[in-house]
T-cell receptor, first 115, second 115 residues
Framework: SAVISQKPSRDICQRGTSLTIQCQVD?????MFWYRQQPGQSLTLIAT?????????ESGFVIDKFPISRPNLTFSTLTVSNMSPEDSSIYLC????????????FGPGTRLTVL | DAKTTQPNSMESNEEEPVHLPCNHS???????IHWYRQLPSQGPEYVIH?????VNNRMASLAIAEDRKSSTLILHRATLRDAAVYYC?????WGGGGSNYKLTFGKGTLLTVNP
């Protein structure tokens, strides 16, 4: 199994600023992902964080707005840039080994409020 | 992406079995059926997964229809701690050789457990 921690756990930010969320996994993993969960909604995949290369973004999400880094097999960051109130959401980091038969682990989430 | 259909909500009494249905009529031959659940204010957690045969683990059982177009998650004795949103997900594979994947979440079933 893998234990995932995220920093910060929550933050309140002003419109127009940026926030970087850190995700740390306690073991090396092949795959890392970032999700967004808006209040009362399901999870939406933002991107797959690839180690050593650019992230792969889902439709509706772009690198300029959500730049992602993954410098090694245990760590990734997601930046929410030029924030607006519509970015208020819970952002979750997830990780797992490759292969459709493997379970995926999730962090506790970062609750972001943009004023 | 292969999609799943689940009831929006279900209700159960404590200590009774719960059968959570999922329809996935467009499932492909290589899609794994995964179940995750999300307890209030937490990230999702893995419950169980299967391909063709029924599966059992310490948390639940997964019954898969012979044609694989539907499945049922079975909680043998519901407890109050099982109250959560349960997600039935078909595991997408992309990239060569199925070495990469992503989880696409639907709306899930909100399970309420009555004492």
């Amino acid at each position: 199994s893998a234990v995932i921690s995220q920093k910060p756990s929550r933050d309140i930010c002003q419109r127009g600023t940026s926030l970087t969320i850190q995700c740390q996994v306690d073991s090396q993993v092949t795959m890392m992902f970032w999700y967004r969960q808006q209040p009362g909604q399901s999870l939406t995949l933002i991107a797959t964080a690839n180690q050593g290369s650019e992230a792969t973004y889902e439709s509706g999400f772009v690198i300029d707005k959500f730049p992602i880094s993954r410098p090694n097999l245990t760590f990734s960051t997601l930046t929410v840039s030029n924030m607006s109130p519509e970015d208020s959401s819970i952002y979750l980091c997830s990780a797992g080994a490759s292969g459709g038969y493997n379970e995926q682990f999730f962090g506790p989430g970062t609750r972001l409020t943009v004023l | 992406d292969a999609k799943t259909t689940q009831p929006n909500s279900m209700e159960s009494n404590e200590e009774e079995p719960v059968h959570l249905p999922c329809n996935h009529s467009t499932i492909s031959g290589t899609d794994y059926i995964h179940w995750y659940r999300q307890l209030p204010s937490q990230g999702p957690e893995y419950v169980i997964h299967g391909l063709t045969s029924n599966v059992n683990n310490r948390m639940a059982s997964l019954a898969i229809a012979e044609d694989r177009k539907s499945s049922t998650l079975i909680l043998h004795r519901a407890t109050l701690r099982d109250a959560a949103v349960y997600y039935c997900i078909l595991r997408d594979n992309w990239g060569g050789g199925g070495s990469n994947y992503k989880l696409t979440f639907g709306k899930g079933t909100l399970l309420t457990v009555n004492p």
